[in-house]
């Protein structure tokens, strides 16, 4: 089994949406671009990218949205040296089709109240039906990995609460955990970095907000 020495996962640049959450009741979700601001966030992470990967392969997996991408093509990558695919199972959670702003105010007000991992939007989804599809796409990889000639780089471009239930489903966080972490900001990394002892290690931890508030044995 080839694993990789590096799995990253860089959430899009700023998108039209960051900026104006108006936009959701004019352009569907997936539609939507990046502002200049998010493509100069995803050229300056490409730079970083590049940097970090050098002359090495590089297996690439993009969400299905426009953002992602737009903020891959920005990274530059050496199309000799990248495989990429696109895959559904890492797209943004559904909030529902056509949205209305007010509407979609109140029920992040109740997610807020409920819990993200659990509360479940209208004609959408909870964080838990992520997390599903997301351990969905972890077997796929790990089966990826059996290829003797697989690339010793793996690169997800996808968005930020994924980024989180992908880290929690592959280190085992609880979900008090997930729910006192913060989304990444636009343009940002994670790395699981392969030590010498066979396990992956987080890079740097996600932004914690609160205190993790378990109901007990697993906390």
């Known amino acids: 089994m080839a694993r990789p020495r590096r799995i990253v996962l860089v959430r899009h640049g700023e998108s039209e949406g960051n900026a104006d959450d108006t936009v959701y009741e004019r352009e569907p979700d ?14 300056e992470a490409g730079e970083r990218l590049r940097a970090l990967f050098g002359d090495e392969r590089v297996s690439v997996y993009i969400s299905p949205y426009r953002r992602t991408h737009e903020t891959y093509r920005l990274f530059r990558l050496d199309p000799a040296l990248v495989r990429v695919r696109e895959e559904p199972r890492l797209r943004e959670q559904d909030w529902g089709n056509w949205q209305d702003r007010d509407d979609v105010r109140l029920q992040k007000a109740y997610r807020d109240a409920y819990g993200h991992f659990f509360y479940r939007f ?25 290829a003797p000639d697989h690339p010793p780089n793996v690169l997800l471009v996808t968005h930020g609460l994924t980024m ?51 109901y007990g044995s697993t906390g």
Not at 37 to 43: C, H
Not at 125 to 136: H, I, L, N
Not at 175 to 190: I, K, M, Q
């Open 30 to 43: 997936h539609a939507l671009g990046l502002t200049d601001r998010g493509r100069r966030q995803a050229e």
């Open 122 to 146: 209208a004609q959408g989804e909870s964080g838990a039906d992520v997390y599903d599809r997301v351990g969905a796409f972890l077997e796929s990889l790990h089966r990826s990995f059996e």
């Open 164 to 214: 989180r239930l992908f880290c929690m489903r592959w280190f085992h966080w609880t979900v008090a955990d997930f729910e006192s972490l913060a989304n990444p900001r636009n343009g940002e990394t994670r790395m699981l970095l392969l030590g010498e002892d066979g396990r992956y290690a987080l890079d740097r931890p996600f932004v914690r907000w609160r205190a993790p508030e378990s």
